[in-house]
Structure formats: structure tokens, C-alpha cells
């Protein structure tokens, strides 16, 4: 039963009818979406009735540009970031490789993409290297001039580097996306539901240079996004103030979760404040316990050993999966 929760979180519905528990809410924690949503969206009115506008797109984008810290020209709006990573290997034309272990979806990437382990040495022909900084799900991260070094080692033999960034909102300085021009062979993959909480509505911005931006167009049609998230993600992104609440408030969280985990005989791995990763032979154990418990977390075929955990919003979740971890 374990099978059907290893391909991605949120599979909410699934979960209830396996392990049932009626006596309230489930807790997800399988997806290292923040917790915390950003509050304004039910504010946020929009005529359902119109299509979405150009104008708000593009305006839309050049906010969105600005929060990443790049030209607005290099900004292209998409139907959340997942999508992006589909088309990645349609528009580069190129072959594709992705290191290993990361994101389920890096593998749609390309059509016949190699998994890598590392990137130790130089290719020998064009390649399109892809990769998640932080990663998924194990919580590293790689230093943006590491990154740079590889940009220009693929660029050398035509090839590019694709740098998924769904969870790097929270940690900007290990973004590369101010990095991305016109005459550089670097796209950065963005997501706005991971950070804002929101991911329902389905939100996300590809940072490349112009000749892909304009493939992407091409690809989505002239409305990529619904009314509602032009709306949203251009309020969302004017609110520095709950922006720098949030940064500050999710390694809090990602703190307390050790501290949990800890006191639970567990080691968490990562340092991603979305979400922690559990290597114990224990893990299998722990997913069916939780869920028992109404709680929802993230298992791997691939890794029986490992479990990850999205951070609780508050003290009260923190102490319901401690109650779920201990009730042997």
C-alpha cells in the first residue's frame, strides 16, 4: 500500500481510504509546501468571466523578475513549474541528463535523459544538465559558484544547465537566477506555490534567455496562467513585508522538526527549510504509523530507507507527529 504515495505528496484522498482516521484533519507533510499560506488570496477578487489580460501578464512577470533578481524579457509565466520541466527537453533539443537521486519529474524531463550521480567530468558533446538546488528530496544544497563552473563547462561543448529552484525562495542567496542573460546557456526553473503555500493555483516562471522564453510562448499559447494567479502571484510578490516574515519563519519551523525527530530517535538530513529527510531502516514503519495517525508523509520506492517530512505549521502539529512517531 505503500506503492501508491511514492511518486509525489498530496495524495490526500488516497490516504484516507487506506488508513481512514476519522477522528479529525489529516496533517500533510508529504508535499514541503510551506505550511503557512500567504493570507491575502481570499481577498484577491478577479472577473472569472474575462480572459486573462496580456497586460497582467507581462505585469505579472516583471514583478515576479524583479523578486528573482532578472530582466523582465527573461521571465515567462507557466502553469506551475512541473510543467516547465516537461517541456525542458522539447525546447532545448538537445540531449538531456539529470543528477541523481532528485525530483521524480526530472526524469520527464527528456525523452531518453541519463541519470547522473555527479558531474566529476567534462561532457564530451552538448548536453542539457538538470538538477534541483535544494535538492528533493534530500535537502542539500550546492554553492551558486559550483553551479556557475558547470554552467561553463556545458556551455563550452554547446550544452546547457537547467537548475531547478522550486525550493530556493526561502534561501535567495543560493539562487542562481540572477545569473541568467541573454549570452549565457542557463535556465532557472521557479515555483510560487512552495513558498507562498498556494501551490493549487498552479504557478510557476521559466528564467532563460530570450530564444527559450520564446519557445515556452509558443508551447503554452497566449494564456498560460489563469486570471486568478495574475492576480494573486501580482499581490503576493508586492508583499516584502510577509516575504521576509516567512524566510525567517521557516528555518524556525525546520528547527523545530529536528528537534522532534531527535527526540524521536531520528537523524533528519537537509538543510532546506521546507522539509527534512529520514534514512532509517525504520522509514517504512513510520510512513504506515503516521498515516494511522492522520498524518501524511512522503515515502520512496527507489529508497525504502528514506522518508521525508514537510515542516508542521505549529507547535500543535509538531506535538501531534511526535505522538505519531512514539506510539509503537
Not at 1 to 21: C, D, E, K
Not at 211 to 239: C, E, H, N, Q, T
Not at 271 to 296: K, M
Request: charged share 20%; proline share 8%.
Amino acid at each position: 500500500m505503500i506503492a501508491a504515495f511514492t511518486r509525489h505528496g498530496g495524495n490526500l484522498a488516497q490516504a484516507r481510504a487506506i488508513y481512514g482516521y476519522g477522528v479529525g484533519p489529516w496533517l500533510d507533510l508529504s508535499t514541503g509546501i510551506n505550511p503557512v499560506s500567504w493570507p491575502g488570496a481570499g481577498e484577491i477578487s478577479h472577473d472569472w468571466r474575462a480572459l486573462p489580460d496580456p497586460d497582467g501578464l507581462a505585469a505579472l512577470e516583471a514583478a515576479a523578475a524583479r523578486h528573482f533578481g532578472v530582466a523582465a524579457q527573461l521571465c515567462c509565466a507557466v502553469p506551475g513549474s512541473d510543467i516547465a520541466l516537461r517541456l525542458l527537453g522539447t525546447v532545448l533539443d538537445t540531449p538531456g541528463a539529470y543528477l541523481a537521486p532528485g525530483y521524480s519529474g526530472h526524469a520527464a524531463a527528456f525523452a531518453d535523459g541519463t541519470p547522473l550521480a555527479g558531474f566529476a567530468a567534462r561532457p564530451k558533446g552538448p548536453l542539457a544538465l538538470l538538477l534541483a538546488n535544494p535538492n528533493n528530496p534530500d535537502g542539500r544544497v550546492r554553492a551558486p559558484d559550483l553551479l556557475l563552473e558547470w554552467r561553463d563547462a556545458l556551455a563550452e561543448r554547446d550544452g546547457w544547465l537547467a537548475v531547478d529552484e522550486a525550493f530556493a525562495d526561502a534561501t535567495p542567496a543560493i539562487s542562481v537566477a540572477r545569473h541568467v542573460r541573454a549570452d549565457q546557456r542557463l535556465i532557472v526553473l521557479r515555483s510560487f506555490g512552495k513558498f507562498f503555500g498556494l501551490a493549487g493555483l498552479r504557478l510557476g516562471f521559466v528564467l532563460a534567455p530570450p530564444p527559450v522564453i520564446a519557445a515556452f510562448r509558443r508551447l503554452l499559447g497566449d494564456w498560460p496562467v489563469s486570471a486568478a494567479a495574475l492576480a494573486i502571484g501580482m499581490a503576493a510578490y508586492a508583499d516584502s513585508g510577509w516575504i521576509a516574515r516567512a524566510r525567517r519563519a521557516l528555518p524556525g519551523r525546520a528547527a523545530a522538526l529536528d528537534a522532534v525527530l531527535r527526540a524521536c530517535g531520528l537523524d533528519p538530513q537537509g538543510v532546506c527549510p521546507h522539509f527534512r529527510l529520514i534514512d532509517s531502516e525504520r522509514a517504512g514503519a513510520l510512513f504506515v504509523r503516521a498515516a494511522r495517525h492522520g498524518i501524511l508523509t512522503r515515502p520512496f520506492d527507489a529508497a525504502p530507507r528514506w522518508l521525508r517530512l514537510g515542516v508542521p505549521a505549529d507547535e500543535g502539529d509538531l506535538a501531534r507527529l511526535h505522538r505519531a512517531l512514539t506510539d509503537g
